[in-house]
Structure formats: structure tokens, C-alpha cells
DNA sequence: TAACAACATTGATCTGCAACAACTTTTTAA
DNA sequence: TTAAAAAGTTGTTGCAGATCAATGTTGTTA
């Protein structure tokens, strides 16, 4: 993990909020960001720990995810550049409830969370911005409640898809994940992952070469993600 | 239903944040607070229609559940007295992501929600203290999202067991929700509910006596509800 | 380029839980 | 006060999905 100390967030100051709220405030040359770099597979930030920035993902990928029972993770999902990390924890809890990592080489912006905190208390919109982004993040948590729960194998792995697939922008794409992550993201065993994607490949309802997928019959992939 | 119109918020103006908030800004005749009477079994508010009003819960219990599929709802928690209805809806999202129905005779306060925006961008430590509560909130998803997906019936039931006790403040407590919402609480069927309660009561862990419930071996609820 | 580790795949087995059924008890309202 | 509905209880059955095991494939590093 190298950190390089900036002036300005120069990866990211053209997409951040929090840089723009800053710079319309004239107050950014005290947001001293600090750019951290992390390796893929480490560790940006660890539940039960505590929040001392807000960070956001500038380059690369990263997932969220909750510890389970011995070893068992959830992923909650997948974050992509321009993201807040630590959004969900920005506010009342000290700690994070959550783990996020990389997934490939990371680029990130560190701001500390007291620069934040003046931050939104001179800027209502600021901090109302960052209320709405959490009340879509909590939604977004009931919905894989029910679907954690109640859907099966198929119904899961569907669902993964489409998510994967939104978030790429893209119906063919390559999986930045592994199987047994993406078992995780449906909270489901890596083998059953495996064997489901099969069963798809087979049906012809998306097309498999290692980790690049290509969803064929949105139709049908929807329908399942609907049904459970 | 019934709607009373009232001047002040009589049956809260003791613990309600927003009521003491407007005091303190003389806001409080802005406020126009409806008191609104729900009978046992009402919904207070549905899913997916759109958020119009702060609700603040004065009297009696509430059940907030999400819709599953064919009909099988997964119960978030139960709301005591001073609880917001609609705290996790306040913020960005249009619409009620949950429902919320009366287990017992309700009283609640129905207050505008642009009156609430309104105090809300002058005040804003209760802008503050409303995503602190909010933030809460989701960190005890994340640990129902791990629970329901991968403890077993026994820890399912004793965690909906010590929430109940804590939730009422005593080891021995008497249920405002059927075996089946007991059920809804910990994801599992409601025959299964029943199953592992009489379990416990043969393994002298609880006293069962129709609606009333103690938790007599609090070390051992609590190690079966550790391991899962 | 050999050797090992990480990742992926497939089949076989086992277990936990939902679903069904049949019954008793309690609550509700006519 | 009584009939009907709702809630609670218990045993049984079938299936979904985790786990185990064995093997194939790709990637990494000395």
C-alpha cells in the first residue's frame, strides 16, 4: 500500500461531490485528500473497525461485504469508480459494518471524516445528497433480504447477473470476480454457482467462455430473476 | 380509521424528536400534526406508495415487514412508542420500501413531509440525529442479512427470542405476535417456529405458557444464537 | 518449463427445512 | 352460548441446496 499525499484529488475531481461542494465552497484547499493505492485482494476497509475517512473509490473495482459464520461472506455489492466507500458508515455508527476490498489495483481518496463534517454542516445540500444515496443503499438491502431468503438457486444467480450487467453498462462482459465470489454476491455455494451457470449455458440462456458472460435471453433471465 | 385534527402533538410532546425540535425553533405551530387512530391489523403504511407524511408511532406496537414472495413477509422489527414509521423512507427514495401495520390499537402523528424538510434545512442537528438513527438502522439489516441466510432454525428463533426480551425490556414477556409472525420475525415457517419453542421448553432453555414467554437460560439462548 | 497453487467443474451424498395433513385449542362474532 | 374461524400443535414426506470428494484447468513463480 503506497500513500502519495496530493494538493488536490487529482483522480477523481471531476466526478466527486465532495470535491465539487468543496471547490463551489472555496474550502478545497482544506480538504487535504491523501491518495491511497491498494493492491488487488487487499483490504480497504474492515468491519468493526473505525470510521476516520471518508473514502472514495476513484479507479478500480472493490466489493462490500459482511462476514458470515465461519467464513461465509455476503457481498453486498460491487463498487465502481466515482463510489463513496464508507457512505453507509459515514453517519452514527462509529465502526463500519462492513468490509470492503479490492478487486483489482485500486486508487482511492482519503478525506478525513472531520473535514467531511464541516463539509455538510455549511452545505445542507451536501449532506442531503448523501441522505439520498444511503436511502436508495437501504432499499437496495431489503430487496436482497427477500431475495436471500426466499428466491432459489436460479432465481439468485439471475439476479446476479442482471446486477453484474447493469453495472458494466453492458449485456457481454468479463467477470472481475470468481466463481466463489460470485456465490458470494448470491449468497449461495461456489458449486452451485458453477452448476447454474451451466444449466444456463445449456438452456442457451447466456453464453459462457471463463470469465467473459454474455447474457443471450434477457426475456427469460428476467423472468427467472422474477420468479424466484 | 379515524382522523383527529389537533393543534399540538399531545400524545408525544414528551419523547418526539420532531415535536421538541419545532419547539426549540418556534416552528411548533407550523407543524399541524394529525393524530390518526389505527384499529389491530391495520397497515399504516404500504410498500412501493409514496412517502406523504412523517409518521411518529405514540402509542401501541407496530410490526415493519417487506412483501416476499407468494404472500411469505419477513418481519423487521417491532416499533414501541417514539418510534418513527417511515424514518428509513424520510430520505431520498419517493417511496415506502416496507410496510408497517398495527399489532395493537395505534396512535400515531402524522406530520407533512415538507414541513419536516422545512425543519430539517434549519436545523441541523436534527438533520444530524435523524441519519444517526437511520444508520443504525442499517447496520441491524447487515446482521439480519447474515442471519437469515445462514444460521438454522434453533439460532433463527433464539435471536428473535433475546430481541423480543430486549425489545420489552424483561426475560419474561408476553407476545403481541402470533407463532406465525414469530415466524415472519426469523424467516422460517411458522410450524417450525412452534417446533423449536416447544424444543426449548423441553430443554428447560424457556417457560412457554401460551403468549407468554421467559427466557430462563439466558447463557445457553445466547450461545445458540452465537453459533447459529 | 516444471511444479505448485488457485480456480473451476461435476457427480454423489446427506441434512435441514418447507409443505402437507390431521388434529386440538382458543378466539371471535353472530 | 354456540358455531365458525383463527391460531396452535405434531408427525410425516420430499426436495433444495450444502458439503464432500475427485478431477480438470488455468495461472504463477522459481
Given at each position: 500500500?503506497?500513500?502519495?499525499?496530493?494538493?488536490?484529488?487529482?483522480?477523481?475531481?471531476?466526478?466527486?461531490?465532495?470535491?465539487?461542494?468543496?471547490?463551489?465552497?472555496?474550502l478545497e484547499q482544506e480538504l487535504h485528500p491523501r491518495q491511497v493505492v491498494y493492491k488487488k485482494y487487499e483490504s480497504i476497509c474492515r468491519q468493526n473497525t473505525a470510521v476516520t475517512h471518508a473514502i472514495i473509490l476513484c479507479e478500480g473495482n472493490a466489493k462490500m461485504y459482511i462476514e458470515g459464520i465461519n467464513g461465509k461472506n455476503i457481498i453486498l455489492n460491487i463498487l465502481m469508480p466515482s463510489n463513496y466507500i464508507g457512505l453507509l458508515a459515514v453517519f452514527g455508527t462509529p465502526n463500519y459494518s462492513y468490509n470492503v476490498s479490492a478487486l483489482t489495483l485500486c486508487h482511492t481518496c482519503h478525506i478525513d471524516i472531520e473535514t467531511i463534517k464541516k463539509l455538510y454542516y455549511?452545505?445542507?445540500?451536501?449532506?442531503?445528497?448523501?441522505?439520498?444515496?444511503?436511502?436508495?443503499?437501504?432499499?437496495?438491502?431489503?430487496?436482497?433480504?427477500?431475495?436471500?431468503?426466499?428466491?432459489?438457486?436460479?432465481?439468485?444467480?439471475?439476479?446476479?447477473?442482471?446486477?453484474?450487467?447493469?453495472?458494466?453498462?453492458?449485456?457481454?462482459f468479463s467477470l472481475t470476480i470468481t466463481r466463489k465470489e460470485l456465490g458470494e454476491l448470491s449468497a449461495i455455494s461456489e458449486e452451485n454457482a458453477v452448476r447454474v451457470l451451466t444449466e444456463f449455458k445449456n438452456e442457451g440462456i447466456i453464453g459462457l467462455n471463463g470469465k467473459v458472460i454474455e447474457l443471450l435471453d434477457l426475456e427469460v433471465l428476467h423472468k427467472i430473476y422474477t420468479i424466484g
Open positions: 500500500m503506497r500513500i502519495v499525499e496530493k494538493t488536490s484529488c487529482e483522480t477523481c475531481d471531476h466526478k466527486c461531490d465532495i470535491f465539487l461542494t468543496s471547490k463551489e465552497m472555496g455549511h452545505n445542507h445540500n451536501f449532506l442531503i445528497q448523501l441522505n439520498q444515496a444511503f436511502g436508495s443503499s437501504v432499499s437496495a438491502i431489503m430487496k436482497k433480504l427477500i431475495s436471500l431468503n426466499q428466491k432459489q438457486l436460479r432465481g439468485k444467480v439471475a439476479e446476479s447477473l442482471i446486477y453484474l450487467s447493469q453495472l458494466y453498462g453492458s449485456n457481454t
